[in-house]
T-cell receptor, first 114, second 109 residues
């Protein structure tokens, strides 16, 4: 059973550019969350999508946006990239059933902004 | 968001039990206690979670204090593959996990 799949695994972008990261949730999961992890820090919550809508958002600027598709996959878009956006971006999926089964994380996309 | 406090690092020997502590004195009644671990160059991996009662699974046990202000993750026999950063996290009704810096567990052969 495939877990969470993220693409690409690594990416190098120039300051000011835009980037799109992709996530396919674990089979059977319908909710996708995105996290940013800077080097040496714990992951920080960006937002969560359920039923194609943003359900909750962390303390990130509007340059960070997302989308969830009918097949539950998701994209994270970051506009006007800054050097400080360099980080590991993690996608986590879960099942919104009223019972907490935990989250499954992907291995992440390593974004480097130069 | 309710916060957790964990030691920065701990060390254990292979095949010995490991008790990883976590304090969460501001926990609310509906907060779940989650434990995740993260190996280098990988995403966090779910270990265990609970609400009030102690929990066991194939990976670990979670002991929750009666007042819920602290918990302990127990690895019954540490292996080299258990070396990782362990995060204790409270999840409330706001659908997000708030990670701290976690505990870096070193397992000695």
């Amino acid at each position: 059973d495939a877990g969470v799949t993220q693409s690409p695994t690594h990416l190098i972008k120039t300051r000011g550019q835009q980037v799109t990261l992709r996530c396919s949730p674990k089979s059977g999961h319908d909710t996708v969350s995105w996290y940013q992890q800077a080097l040496g820090q714990g992951p920080q919550f960006i937002f969560q999508y359920y039923e194609e809508e943003e359900r909750q958002r962390g303390n990130f600027p509007d340059r960070f946006s997302g989308h969830q598709f009918p097949n539950y996959s998701s994209e994270l878009n970051v506009n006007a990239l800054l050097l400080g956006d360099s980080a590991l971006y993690l996608c986590a999926s879960s099942l919104y059933s009223g019972i907490n089964y935990g989250y499954t994380f992907g291995s992440g996309t390593r974004l480097t902004v130069v | 968001d309710a916060k957790t406090t964990q030691p920065n690092s701990m060390e254990s020997n292979e095949e010995e039990p490991v008790h990883l502590p976590c304090n969460h004195s501001t926990i609310s009644g509906t907060d779940y206690i989650h434990w995740y671990r993260q190996l280098p160059s990988q995403g966090p991996e779910y270990v265990i979670h609970g609400l009030t009662s102690n929990v066991n699974n194939r990976m670990a046990s979670l002991a929750i204090a009666e007042d819920r202000k602290s918990s302990t993750l127990i690895l019954h026999r540490a292996t080299l593959r258990d070396a990782a950063v362990y995060y204790c996290i409270l999840e409330g009704s706001n659908y997000k996990l708030t990670f701290g810096k976690g505990t870096l567990l070193t397992v000695n052969p």
